[in-house]
């Protein structure tokens, strides 16, 4: 479900154990060794993200919390955004945790001691993805109206893009600025209103 990487080369890799029994995260040296390096009461890890420290944080899934796993694979509960899902984490340009979450399309900012709030309300059932770009705005994309919003540091929100699909599962921000947006699911037709009734 996600990956990240240390300023070592080491990459982490977050998901489901076997049968789906065990959230883990698993650690790839850089010549290819792998092994688990914690798992979690919980079905899923949907995503992980690194610090400037070099400490990772990793969300579970369903009953989502977020954990930072220290050395050794120590895990500490960090943040708890009652929320069922935590679909994608990214790190803003002062430290904070940027979170999105479903089932009620909520962006948390956590501050490093842990203390969190809600930045921005998309008003649709998920956040699914996330991205910084280089004026330190988040870029979201959401479900079910495949929507990418721009949302500035203060909270405030502003689509930029209406996608032909219905989840906007990833989205990435080149250098120079450009965006771009993965999406998938056909969106369900509008429904038309009743035809009025005909008086006898």
């Not at 798992?39 to 899934?61: C, I, K, N, P």
């Not at 790190?91 to 979450?101: E, H, P, S, Y």
């Not at 909270?155 to 996608?163: A, K, N, Y």
Request: charged share 20%; with cysteine; net charge negative.
């Amino acid at each position: 479900w996600a990956l990240a990487e240390d300023s070592r080369g080491n990459v982490y890799a977050g998901g489901g154990g076997p049968g789906a029994s065990r959230a883990r995260v698993y650690v790839i040296s850089p010549d290819g060794k792998s092994r688990v390096l914690a798992e979690f009461d919980a079905l899923e890890v949907h995503a992980l993200a690194m610090d400037r420290d070099d400490r990772l944080y990793a969300a579970t899934s369903p009953d989502a919390k977020v954990y930072r796993i220290g050395a050794g694979g120590k895990t500490e509960l960090f943040y708890d955004p009652a929320a069922k899902y935590v679909w994608a984490m990214v790190f803003d340009a002062k430290g904070g945790l940027c979170i999105a979450t479903g089932d009620q399309g909520l962006i948390h900012r956590v501050t490093p001691d842990g203390k969190g709030a809600v930045l921005y309300r998309t008003e649709e059932h998920h956040a699914r993805s996330l991205a910084l770009d280089g004026e330190g705005n988040l870029i979201v994309g959401t479900e079910p109206d495949g929507l990418v919003v721009r949302v500035s540091p203060a909270g405030q929100g502003f689509v930029l893009f209406e996608t032909p699909k219905r989840e906007v599962t990833a989205v990435a921000v080149a250098p120079d600025g450009v965006i771009y947006a993965a999406g998938v699911g056909a969106k369900q037709p509008a429904t038309a209103p009743p035809a009025p009734g005909v008086a006898p």
